[in-house]
């Protein structure tokens, strides 16, 4: 009867040994290729945005007009802004590329096991992790004008956009949402002349 009773035992304790030793495996597998599959999504997250900024202004053409100005009699500009028109053209473009560029290439990323057991031997071998990639909801973007002085009658205009996109990871039952975001410097115009202290708030407008 002693010995049946230790023999249950050892079995259950070796059942228990085994489903907490697959839940830790499970858990440092999970963690160690979501943290390798968010560097690799961000870095090629951000290229499909930054190529898709740079085919969008491609398609509108050689010297667009990015900044629009009005001056007074006195020749000196009296009113300051961005095409608004042409900037909506811009993010239209580069909304478009961007989903086209991250659904074509980025609807599955691969990890090596090497990698993800953090050997620096086999960093890139063995067999690989399937991380599904989709994208949620549209991407994004936003405009952020910066006016700064460069010297006496010297006034640098820049327009940044700003490109964002949220994308589920997913591998077997667990998914992760990142949003990725950059920053894409649409246009640095040097202007000549007097431009009025109301447009140095470092941010203009938005």
């Not at 035992?9 to 858990?27: E, M, N, Q, T």
């Not at 909304?95 to 090596?112: A, D, Y």
Request: hydrophobic letters at 45%.
């Amino acid at each position: 009867m002693k010995k049946s009773l230790w023999k249950t035992l050892l079995i259950i304790f070796i059942v228990l040994l085994l489903i907490f030793s697959f839940v830790y495996f499970d858990k440092l597998v999970r963690r160690e290729t979501f943290g390798l599959a968010r560097m690799k999504l961000k870095n090629e997250a951000m290229l499909a945005m930054e190529q898709a900024g740079d085919l969008a202004l491609s398609e509108i053409g050689a010297h667009p007009e990015f900044i629009l100005t009005e001056r007074d009699s006195d020749g000196r500009i009296s009113y300051l802004t961005s095409n608004t028109a042409l900037l909506n053209d811009i993010a239209s473009l580069t909304l478009m590329h961007t989903q086209e560029n991250i659904s074509s290439r980025m609807s599955r990323i691969e990890v090596p096991l090497g990698a993800i057991l953090g050997s620096s031997l086999f960093s890139n071998k063995g067999p690989v992790v399937p991380i599904d990639i989709y994208m949620q909801g549209f991407a994004e973007t936003d405009f952020i004008t910066e006016v700064k002085s460069a010297g006496i009658n010297q006034t640098w205009y820049r327009i940044y956009m700003n490109i964002s996109v949220d994308l589920r990871m997913v591998m077997g039952a667990y998914s992760e949402i990142q949003r990725i975001e950059t920053q894409y410097l649409l246009n640095e115009s040097l202007i000549l002349g007097h431009v009025p202290e109301s447009y140095f708030a470092g941010i203009s407008d938005k």
